[in-house]
């Protein structure tokens, strides 16, 4: 038996503004079987996740770039 999807997601590169999506979801919705298309807005408190798993994978990238120890 083989597996059915009933929702896609697409996730955008850089968080884009209301009038450069248009264009987007309208090709989206063009695609044969496509129902909907919705938008999820950015919000703050996801920007300050992003930023902070950048720092931390920054960090631990210094830090194995930085070691002195060897394989």
Same mark, same amino acid.
């Given at each position: 038996?083989t597996d059915?999807y @009933?929702? $896609?997601t697409?996730? $955008?590169?850089?968080d884009?503004r !209301?009038? !450069?999506?248009?264009?987007? +979801? %309208? %090709?989206i919705?063009?695609?044969?079987?496509?129902i909907?298309?919705s938008? @999820? +807005?950015?919000?703050?408190? $996801?920007? %300050?996740a992003?930023?902070?798993?950048k720092?931390?994978l920054? @960090?631990?990238?210094?830090e194995?770039?930085?070691?002195?120890?060897?394989l």
């Open positions: 038996m059915r @009933n929702t $896609l697409v996730v $955008l590169e850089n884009m !209301d009038e !450069d999506v248009e264009p987007l +979801i %309208a %090709a919705e063009q695609l044969r079987g496509v909907s298309v938008g @999820n +807005i950015a919000s703050p408190g $996801l920007y %300050a992003q930023e902070r798993a720092y931390e920054r @960090n631990q990238i210094i194995v770039l930085t070691s002195s120890r060897t």
